[in-house]
């Protein structure tokens, strides 16, 4: 049996999940990595542009998509979990799928990603008998029952925060309760996942407050959502972006959630994220703090030209 690293957060520092989807019908960029060749490259890519986790699923995860059986996600997957493992970073699988976790942990991943809490008990054991991570995200009922999150309904949550927490918790019991320490469960808020725009920017804004709810490592999946779009076209001069326009909210929601404590991102722009990310650390470093500060003290003389 194959033992992988478990996933830990990193002090001071923001872990980058790259994205991989083998799919055709994922709502960003379904078909582009269906490929071999293709999905190795895009999986080289991300690694130069700073990726920490490259999550790879077979399985689209959109608002009503098809349940795709373990037979055909493992099609998908190929042989791409290896050669992420080979690249050098932590290989993370995105599936509800017991099998499918399996096959992708003795190849060597560390990470079993689930947009489902249902799950959370039989990827619990998994998980913790190889050594490695799960990521559980909220939502409630499955992808083929859901419509587009806009359109949730606004009086599903009385207090957002409050019940996704409780929900989440309830779940990350039974996968504890199976035998995964504490240490190697993350919570993901799940953002637009049975929740609409107001509810997934409410969860953006309390996620500090979410943190401290759930007590667990936490990665945030901010990345070309509808959600942001939402936000952008309440202002008078902004259109509503698709998908692939969609990064400068991603970048401002990233950072949010890292002043938030937020310990890893997953999103599609490595790249531009990753720097954004470096920037923010390098001001919040005391050798640049105190420069700022330096910089900032007036000058013997007084005026401005002085």
Request: net charge neutral; glycine share 8%; aromatic share 4%.
């Amino acid at each position: 049996m194959t033992t992988a690293r478990t996933l830990l957060p990193n002090a001071g520092r923001v872990l980058v999940m790259g994205i991989v989807n083998r799919t055709p019908d994922s709502f960003s960029d379904g078909g582009a990595h269906l490929d071999e060749e293709a999905a190795r490259a895009q999986v080289e890519r991300l690694v130069r542009e700073g990726a920490d986790i490259i999550d790879v699923g077979a399985e689209s995860t959109r608002p009503g998509a098809k349940l795709i059986d373990a037979a055909t996600q493992l099609a998908r997957l190929g042989e791409l979990i290896p050669f992420v493992v080979r690249a050098g970073v932590v290989a993370s699988v995105d599936t509800t799928l017991a099998e499918v976790a399996e096959h992708a942990l003795r190849q060597g991943a560390a990470v079993v990603n689930s947009v489902s809490l249902a799950p959370a008990a039989e990827l619990g054991g998994l998980a913790a008998r190889f050594g490695a991570s799960l990521v559980l995200t909220h939502c409630r009922g499955a992808m083929t029952d859901m419509r587009a999150f806009s359109e949730y309904d606004a009086r599903a949550y009385g207090d957002v925060v409050r019940e996704v927490a409780d929900e989440w918790t309830v779940a990350a019991q039974r996968a504890m309760a199976a035998g995964l320490p504490r240490e190697s469960l993350w919570f993901d808020p799940g953002l637009g996942f049975a929740k609409n725009a107001e509810q997934s920017l409410e969860l953006c804004v309390r996620l500090g407050e979410l943190k401290a709810l759930v007590r667990h490592p936490v990665l945030v999946g901010p990345s070309r959502k509808s959600y942001l779009a939402s936000a952008v076209a309440r202002e008078a001069r902004s259109p509503n972006p698709p998908p692939n326009e969609r990064l400068g909210g991603t970048i401002a929601a990233v950072l949010d959630a890292a002043a938030q404590g937020a310990d890893a991102v997953r999103v599609h722009d490595v790249q531009p994220v990753a720097q954004a990310l470096s920037y923010r650390r390098a001001m919040l470093s005391p050798r640049a703090l105190m420069s700022k500060a330096v910089a900032t003290e007036p000058r013997a003389g007084g005026g401005a030209d002085a």
